[in-house]
């Protein structure tokens, strides 16, 4: 029994010891973190570090001060150095769990600074990597990021609108030359081998604004308005397939499509009217005609499947035969619809930024239009918004005077799926897009008509402090 006693007494003050150099450790690894904190803007984690170490520290003291006789004898000094540095990864591991997750600004690529030309959009392919679209050419960025060639707009041109998407990595491309307007000259541009398909010199096109783009790329055609008409081209050979008249007075507005069907707005201010209007991509064929109330304001396609068109005072719904299942109101008393950014679709939700007593992003119905979700995301300013990397999710980009978030979001219900990602000083300006795709998930493309920021920044998470 007294040799137990002896044992215990010897072996409790080097426990005591070993434990207390640990936790010291930890302490001071903290103390560490606390100090860079306070030179960074962003600080989440710092409330619990705050509470964390002073414990810590009281509690290595009267560790070590209770095993102050242990730490005699070379074997027990060592036991101490190998469990004091075992304990630096889980003591990392809480404050990474503490810090949330954060990412960098991995990569990017700016060729000039200022860029001497306007950036008016951008393409992300289907094969890997992105098109960024200047009025003086286009940048192709392979899947790593690298610079893969591009085009320059022809002399005396200047690209001014492109189509929403590419087919089979074939973009369409509308270029404007003195005095005609936008769409003067139309292109279609293979990304993968960088080349250009065919062109065209058309008609003196009408006036467009940046909610009227004049080329869309639907089922493997190529729609183009012109001066009183709108063309249907074969996207790969640019022969002509199918053209639509538009009568004189008239113009084509909000051009989009998707799957087999293209639709547009053709509105006559002179004659008071306008209707949304549904062909067959490929044969020009109508399919239906709804008309619209006449459009005092901004007008837009903010889905083409299901169908939201966004016409002065609402965003109106249609199902596939033309036939209006609902409307939202763009202002009422709990919050106004904004234009920009623009909204991401989930499913048979369109989610897009509001204004209102709590700012934020709503979801509304496609099918009839009520309300179904708001996400406050700490009252701070909407960004950006694109479909999510998980199926049915929706990110957000938020910024603050403090610090820029990205939010991930259920499209179902608006909860968050994760604790948002802090962005850590990457530079964005007020309109980009965002890709969540690459080798750690999301890459935006910079569109600021300033022309100082990055083309495209890629993002890597943060691993370090």
């Known amino acids: 029994m007294d040799n137990h006693t002896s044992r215990g007494a010897r072996w409790l003050p080097r426990a005591l010891f070993v434990s207390g150099t640990a936790v010291a450790t930890v302490t001071a690894l903290y103390l560490l973190l606390l100090g860079h904190m306070a030179f960074v803007d962003w600080n989440r984690g710092r409330?619990?570090?705050?509470?964390?170490?002073?414990?810590?520290?009281?509690?290595?003291?009267?560790?070590?001060?209770?095993?102050?006789?242990?730490?005699?004898g070379a074997p027990v000094r060592w036991?101490?150095?190998?469990?004091?540095?075992?304990a630096l990864w889980p003591a990392w591991q809480g404050y990474t769990w503490m810090r949330g997750p954060q990412a960098y600004a991995w990569t990017w690529w700016q060729a000039e600074n200022p860029e001497p030309a306007r950036p008016i959009g951008a393409w992300q392919l289907p094969s890997g990597g992105l098109v960024r679209a200047r009025t003086d050419g286009l940048r192709i960025y392979n899947g790593e990021?690298?610079?893969?060639?591009?085009?320059?707009?022809?002399?005396?041109?200047?690209?001014?609108?492109?189509?929403?998407?590419?087919?089979?990595?074939?973009?369409?491309?509308?270029?404007?030359r003195a005095p005609g307007g936008c769409g003067t000259r139309v292109s279609a541009v293979d990304l993968r081998q960088d080349d250009e398909l065919w062109a065209k010199d058309l008609p003196a096109a009408p006036p467009a604004d940046a909610n009227s783009p004049s080329?869309?790329?639907?089922?493997?055609?190529?729609?183009?308005?012109?001066?009183?008409?709108?063309?249907?081209?074969?996207l790969r050979g640019g022969e002509e397939?199918?053209?639509?008249?538009?009568?004189?007075?008239?113009r084509v507005r909000a051009l989009d499509g998707a799957a087999d069907r293209l639709l547009y707005v053709e509105d006559c201010p002179g004659a008071g009217t306008a209707r949304l209007t549904s062909l067959?991509?490929?044969?020009?064929?109508?399919?239906w005609q709804t008309p619209l109330p006449i459009p005092s304001g901004e007008l837009r396609m903010l889905s083409a499947r299901p169908i939201a068109l966004r016409a002065g005072d609402a965003v109106r719904l249609f199902d596939d035969a033309g036939r209006e299942r609902g409307t939202a109101a763009v202002s009422g008393p709990r919050e106004d619809l904004l234009t920009e950014p623009g909204p991401s679709v989930s499913g048979d939700l369109l989610v897009l930024p509001v204004k209102g007593k709590v700012p934020g992003v709503?979801?509304?119905?496609?099918?009839?239009?009520?309300?179904?979700?708001?996400?406050?995301?700490?009252?701070?300013?909407?960004?950006?918004?694109?479909?999510g990397r998980a199926p049915g999710g929706v990110d957000v980009v938020t910024s603050t005077a403090a610090r820029t978030h990205l939010w991930h979001l259920d499209g179902a219900t608006g909860r968050r799926k994760a604790e948002p990602t802090i962005l850590r000083d990457v530079p964005l300006g007020r309109r980009f897009e965002i890709y969540p795709t690459g080798t750690e998930g999301y890459t935006f493309v910079n569109l600021d008509p300033g022309g100082a920021l990055p083309s495209y920044v890629a993002l890597r998470r943060v691993t370090g402090w």
């Open 215 to 234: 080329v869309a790329v639907v089922d493997g055609t190529a729609a183009v308005v012109t001066d009183g008409a709108l063309l249907g081209l074969d």
């Open 362 to 387: 709503s979801a509304y119905s496609l099918l009839d239009g009520h309300r179904v979700w708001h996400a406050g995301l700490d009252g701070a300013t909407v960004l950006g918004l694109a479909q």
């Open 145 to 176: 990021g690298r610079s893969a060639g591009g085009r320059a707009a022809p002399e005396g041109t200047a690209f001014c609108a492109l189509s929403r998407t590419v087919a089979h990595d074939v973009g369409l491309v509308a270029a404007a």
């Open 79 to 86: 036991l101490a150095v190998t469990v004091a540095l075992a």
């Open 47 to 72: 409330g619990p570090l705050l509470l964390l170490t002073p414990a810590l520290g009281l509690l290595a003291y009267v560790l070590l001060a209770r095993g102050r006789g242990g730490s005699r």
């Open 280 to 287: 067959d991509a490929r044969t020009g064929t109508p399919a």
């Open 241 to 250: 397939r199918w053209r639509m008249p538009v009568p004189s007075g008239c």
